[in-house]
């Protein structure tokens, strides 16, 4: 069977704008194998969408409660979404799942929002 394909996007409540958080998650999301976005939010917030293997995405949500160094987190808010199967008969048997909000690889830095 193969792995689990998941979806979620979190809202990482603190002192997390300013301690290189948004650049830490880039770094932890690469090394875990996801693909996905960061961004700062005006509310002081950072927000994040990834998108990969269900146990990769829990670690990190579990990183996320702690952040770097220099960051007070007190909160995570977490939403698990279900990946959209890719539409055509040609990406579905390649076994793709379609996320037109994601980057096709990697894990990137967005513009504050």
Known sequence: MGESI????LKVVGRVQGVFYRVSTREKGQALGLRGWVRNRLDGSVEILALGNKVELEKLVEWCAEGPSGARV?????????PQS????EE?????????DCPGEGFVI???V
Do not use: Q
């Open 110 to 112: 967005e513009d504050t």
């Open 74 to 82: 007190d909160r995570v808010e977490t939403e698990w979404i279900e």
């Open 92 to 100: 579905r048997n390649s076994g793709e799942v379609s996320l037109p």
């Open 86 to 89: 890719s539409s055509s008969k």
């Open 6 to 9: 998941s979806k979620a996007r």
